[in-house]
């Protein structure tokens, strides 16, 4: 069945240091990713999203690249702030069925 | 507008008891789906509505059952709790079921099973 794989965290990294937060997934057909956002005591909310091969999605100075010869989606930022300490999911969602499949998710934690 | 609201936000019971939880979609949104969060993980799909119809189920016990309102909004239920059950429940609503659709999620009810 389809899933998705994230690293493991927690990741933990100084200020305006670079980010990389690896996914890869295995879908039937072709998934549209996402990159989901959990700060702390608030709920998901959706940081990005890519809907086919070689798409780009960015928000708040996050990319991420569809890879299809990959099967990856990674999670990149440039200089990380103290604001974006928080846990990141890698999600996909298949042509096959209606559901979001979530990875296990990423600690991030940036310290000043 | 308000966003996806859920209740109740915490809730405590005990082995065996029936649970129902609540779910109010954004306005528009004619699609609700629910997910099952346990610490330290991914949240793990159990059902989609859209137009009050069931479009999709993940891999859960019959314990588990929902349901969507001419309204659009929804109700979690379970019977019969496990320990395992204790977990942070999610309402999500979009405008439609497309696989490009963008989830809005509520901030959960957070379920503990004793």
């Known amino acids: 069945g389809d899933s998705v794989t994230q690293m493991e965290g927690p990741v933990t990294l100084s200020e305006e240091a670079f980010l990389t937060i690896n996914c890869t997934y295995t879908a039937t057909g072709y998934p549209s990713l996402f990159w989901y956002v959990q700060y702390p005591g608030e709920g998901l909310q959706l940081l990005l999203k890519a809907t086919k091969a070689d798409d780009k999605g960015s928000n708040k100075g996050f990319e991420a690249t569809y890879r299809k010869e990959t099967t990856s989606f990674h999670l990149e930022k440039g200089s990380v702030q103290v604001s974006d300490s928080a846990v990141y999911f890698c999600?996909?969602?298949?042509?096959?069925?209606?559901?979001?499949?979530f990875g296990p998710g990423t600690s991030l934690s940036v310290i000043p | 507008d308000a966003g996806v609201t859920q209740s109740p936000t915490h809730l405590i019971k005990t082995r065996g008891q029936h649970v129902t939880l609540r779910c109010s979609p954004i306005s528009g949104h004619k699609s609700v789906s629910w997910y099952q969060q346990v610490l330290g993980q991914g949240p793990q799909f159990i059902f989609q509505y859209y137009e009050k119809e069931e479009r999709g189920r993940g891999n859960f016990p019959d314990r588990f059952s929902a349901r969507q309102f001419p309204n659009y909004s929804s109700e979690l239920n379970v019977n019969a709790l496990l320990l395992g059950d204790s977990a942070l429940y999610l309402c999500a609503s979009s405008k439609t079921p497309l696989i490009d659709e963008k989830l809005f999620f509520g901030s959960g009810t957070q379920l503990s099973v004793l």
């Open positions: 999600a996909s969602r298949s042509v096959v069925g209606d559901k979001v499949i």
